[in-house]
């Protein structure tokens, strides 16, 4: 391996500066371990991975022509040149499907024997795999290595020319004659023809032709200043020019402020009728108010709006956040930092600003390692009705508005916040010039809900993010990548049609932003980006139409919290009635003595009243059953609260009391007018007034007037029992004989008159829980079992005998 890396490094000795560069990107990597792990690329690169799984896939017999970079992610000039290779997978992305790029780490392990088969022997190794390249082939190899991104662009392009048979998705390269555009709209439907006019050394045409390949209604001919013909008769005195030649041999130039191959790029894919190949054309103005939710509102594309970045915050922390219902460590971390970025650099309106501060202040002061999701909610809908403090709900979109509901707004509105509060952050003169992005960067890594899009974005994030030690250096760093992603989902299906992906901010916006290189390259004029920026999403450039006023806001804020509490009140009493009805239901039980002083002394709830054999089995049991009927009462459950608490908890937990239970009871009262009333004793004492006819296992003749009793028809799992329950409400009892009283009413069998209790008291004992129907039906089934014992019993019987008849015959 060491003398595999000597041969890779050997090829490009060092020096000084290329040394310093190294050692940078050393650090880089230091302070990014996630990177390095995942080797040079990722995904969000544009860059196929190779593994051994999808070589074959990708490399052998394919449609496309690859260009492969094998590298080790320990070689030091494989990491100087990862940034060259990136800068080429952004620059050719429009070369697809005729042109792939690819790279594998053959540092890893499980792809050293690809890198073996292929015949790697140092590195960085770059080679051009043809369309439809045999597996034993080995690909072709850039020689004289190149370390620009103009250069290796030019390499593919000598390659493709050279590729026999011709790539099907490539479109042709060579020169073109005047012969040849006399038939050409005969022969091609298109409504663009952009002819470059060029030396015979120039790239600049192929290069277009390879740019505009996914885009519809245009194509592009290169024409060499030797073709006289078409020269002298459009006129052409500059090379290169463009000029769009129509059918009937009418032209016209096309006019860019420079005369170079990203300046025609531009222009030509914003030609009327170009679209990418597979987008809708974009949609007309006045049919947009019909495609989306809200109805369309007109705005200046060079200007910022604050209501997209209200309805940005308000989705942030109402919808983003609240998918954590628990807000805990570093997510906590995240948000505490998040907020505090807004509250410091957010430019919005007092209200909003009071309300950020406090929130910060709150999410500040918690101590602790977790809060909930509620709480952070009720300070930002100010449920507390703190004055002057509010911040708008509801999402309207203005500048970052699309064309269909599914298009830009949350997106476009967290990037111009981004880029907002990066700005405010330079003007104010923030001590730490990471503040922003750091917050930033956390807070799309916690929240962000499409999570590829986090992943993507960490990935830019972990890449020269630690680098930036100034302001303007973060304001830049952030418009770069914002750049990167732009070029990324150009031609997505999340592109939206009427909002192209481009290289902000276009030539049209700012002219002096773009400029070109020595070579013909287009370059960023950084020295006047970053004045444009700070200009662009200042505070004082901020729009404010369409916004609500102040007053406005409060009011609807106010009417909100008087609805909520106005519901909540509704919901108590509901709840508070419903309690009620079901205490009327099922009444409590008053504890006996003794259960009480249990209770006193146990410290535990009291069970239903125990009833003791001499009571059950004697006279004063029988004259206390027989007072029933002529005084009755029953206690008001709203005199005491907690005993009724406890009463009710008792009477919903089964007893065990010489081995019966009782019944729940299942009391019908009508509540028809119950909600109507007060809540309270009215509407007891209308519930009290309603009676359950009697209802009596008794006969007619033996019916004596009694308390009405409610027929508890529910079946204990483990004894099936039927209770009886007294429901009058009017009974008048003194302490004593109310004792009694309910110390039998807590017997499952209940004493339905003297013959009863005279001859049931062997029965009593015996029925343990049971009705006098179960004990009966007990009875059958014992002298049924007893009758088929009986009989097999005698059959076996009869059976033995004659088998022992048969063995004593001779």
Not at 49 to 70: C, G, I, R
Not at 734 to 757: A, C, I, N, P, V
Request: negative net charge; hydrophobic residues 35%.
């Amino acid at each position: 391996m060491a003398r595999s890396c000597g041969r890779a490094t050997s090829r490009f000795p060092l020096r000084p500066r290329e040394a310093a560069t190294l050692a940078a990107w050393f650090c880089v990597c230091l302070l990014a371990p996630r990177a390095a792990e995942a080797g040079l690329y990722t995904s969000s690169d544009q860059i196929i991975l190779l593994t051994p799984e999808n070589v074959e896939a990708v490399l052998v017999n394919s449609t496309a022509a690859t260009v492969v970079e094998f590298y080790a992610s320990w070689c030091g000039h494989c990491r100087m040149f990862s940034p060259v290779y990136r800068g080429l997978a952004i620059d050719i992305k429009e070369w697809k499907p005729a042109v792939d790029l690819a790279a594998i780490d053959c540092a890893e392990a499980v792809n050293r024997k690809v890198c073996i088969d292929y015949g790697i022997s140092g590195y960085p190794t770059i080679k051009f795999f043809h369309a439809y390249t045999k597996a034993d082939s080995n690909g072709l190899p850039f020689k004289g290595f190149i370390r620009d991104v103009r250069g290796l662009r030019h390499k593919i392009i000598d390659k493709l020319e050279a590729h026999v048979p011709w790539p099907p998705a490539c479109p042709p390269l060579e020169p073109t004659s005047e012969a040849e555009l006399d038939s050409f709209f005969e022969t091609n439907n298109v409504q663009h023809l952009a002819l470059i006019f060029e030396e015979a050394s120039s790239y600049i045409g192929r290069e277009l032709t390879l740019d505009l390949l996914q885009f519809d209604n245009i194509a592009v001919r290169r024409v060499l200043s030797t073709e006289e013909g078409l020269v002298t008769k459009l006129g052409v005195t500059e090379f290169p020019s463009c000029f769009l030649y129509y059918p009937g041999g009418n032209f016209s130039r096309l006019k860019v402020k420079e005369e170079a191959r990203t300046f025609y790029s531009y222009a030509l894919q914003r030609l009327p009728g170009v679209v990418r190949s597979g987008k809708p054309p974009p949609v007309a103005t006045d049919v947009l108010s019909n495609s989306t939710e809200d109805p369309w509102r007109p705005f200046n594309s060079s200007r910022v709006y604050m209501l997209d970045l209200e309805s940005t915050l308000h989705y942030s922390l109402r919808v983003e956040v609240a998918a954590h219902t628990i807000i805990r460590g570093e997510t906590l971390i995240s948000l505490k930092k998040y907020v505090a970025v807004l509250a410091k650099f957010f430019p919005g309106r007092p209200v909003v600003m009071n309300l950020l501060k406090s929130l910060s202040s709150w999410l500040q002061n918690q101590s602790g390692d977790e809060i909930s999701y509620e709480a952070f909610k009720e300070i930002v809908d100010n449920s507390a009705q703190s004055p002057d403090m509010a911040l708008p709900e509801g999402e309207r979109w203005v500048g970052c508005q699309g064309s269909q509901p599914q298009f830009r707004r949350f997106p476009c509105g967290l990037w111009t916040l981004f880029h907002v509060l990066t700005v405010q952050a330079k003007k104010v003169g923030s001590s730490d010039p990471q503040e922003v992005l750091t917050a930033m960067r956390n807070y799309v890594h916690s929240f962000f809900g499409c999570r590829p899009c986090a992943e993507h974005f960490e990935n830019m994030a972990s890449e020269g993010l630690a680098m930036m030690n100034t302001s303007s250096l973060a304001v830049l760093w952030l418009w770069a990548k914002h750049n990167h992603v732009n070029n990324r989902l150009a031609g997505a299906l999340t592109e939206d049609p009427n909002f192209p992906k481009i290289q902000w901010p276009s030539p049209e916006m700012c002219p002096s932003c773009h400029a070109v290189q020595e070579n013909g390259d287009h370059r960023w004029s950084q020295e006047t980006v970053l004045p444009f920026l700070m200009s662009y999403f200042s505070s004082d450039s901020i729009l404010t139409d369409y916004l609500e006023d102040e007053s406005q806001i409060l009011t609807k804020q106010r009417e909100k919290h008087a609805s909520q509490r106005a519901l909540e009140a509704q919901k108590h009493v509901e709840r508070k009635t419903r309690e009620a009805s079901d205490f009327m239901m099922h009444p409590p039980a008053k504890p006996t003595v003794q259960e009480e002083e249990e209770e006193e002394e146990e410290g535990e709830e009291p069970l239903d009243e125990a009833v003791t054999d001499e009571e059950e089995e004697g006279a004063e049991g029988a004259a206390a059953a027989d007072e029933i009927g002529s005084k009755t009462s029953e206690p008001s459950p709203w005199a005491k609260p907690e005993m009724g608490r406890r009463q009710q908890q008792a009477h919903q937990k089964p007893s065990i009391v010489g081995m019966r239970m009782r019944d729940t009871q299942e009391d019908i009262v009508d509540l028809d007018s119950f909600v109507n009333q007060h809540y309270k004793a009215k509407a007891l004492l209308l519930a009290a007034s309603s009676r359950v006819k009697q209802r009596t296992l008794q006969r007619k003749v033996e019916q004596e007037p009694r308390p009405v009793f409610g027929l508890g028809m529910e079946l204990d799992g483990g004894l099936g029992m039927v209770g009886l329950q007294p429901m009058e409400s009017d009974f008048d009892l003194d302490g004593g004989q109310k004792r009694k009283w309910q110390q039998k009413r807590e017997l499952t069998g209940q004493y339905f008159g003297e013959e009863s209790r005279h001859k049931g008291d062997w029965m009593s004992m015996l029925s343990v829980g049971f009705s006098k129907a179960d004990i009966s039906l007990c009875v059958i089934l014992y002298f049924l079992s007893f009758m088929c014992l009986l009989a097999m019993y005698l059959f076996y019987k009869n059976r033995f005998r004659l088998r022992r008849s048969k063995t004593s015959l001779p």
